[in-house]
């Protein structure tokens, strides 16, 4: 079994920053993947960013510049730094995590959320 938590949301203003952190955890062997999604809403939810297994980083457009993703591969963590952020960031932020489970199995897993709100 593998377990994605997300924490670090919250009440922001415009302009200000919050750092989100997305924990793996259980038996896993490897990860080849970690993504940030959102969900404002009304919305579809859409991609943010993600890293790959070798550190490779993909941004939508509307945040880049502003938001950087990184990572902790012996924590299993994933961060988001989310800078200036904008009222039109206001979402639910998810936290994806795919990879390798010990005994070959594959996963693909979510967090339960983390709700961010910027406003004035």
């Known amino acids: 079994q593998v377990h994605v938590v997300e924490s670090g949301g919250g009440l922001v203003q415009p302009g200000g920053s919050l750092t989100l952190s997305c924990v793996a955890s259980?038996?896993?062997?490897?990860?080849?993947?970690m993504g940030w999604y959102r969900q404002a809403p009304g919305k579809q939810r859409e991609l943010v960013a993600f890293i790959t297994r070798t550190g490779t980083t993909t941004y939508t457009d509307s945040v880049k510049g502003r938001f950087t993703i990184s990572k902790d591969n012996p924590k299993n963590t994933v961060y988001l730094l989310m800078t200036n952020l904008a009222a039109e960031d206001t979402a639910v932020y998810y936290c994806?995590?795919?990879?390798?489970?010990?005994?070959?199995?594959?996963?693909?897993?979510w967090g339960q959320g983390t709700q961010v709100t910027v406003s004035s």
């Open positions: 994806n995590v795919i990879g390798r489970m010990i005994g070959s199995n594959t996963f693909n897993d």
């Open positions: 259980g038996t896993i062997s490897s990860v080849g993947f």
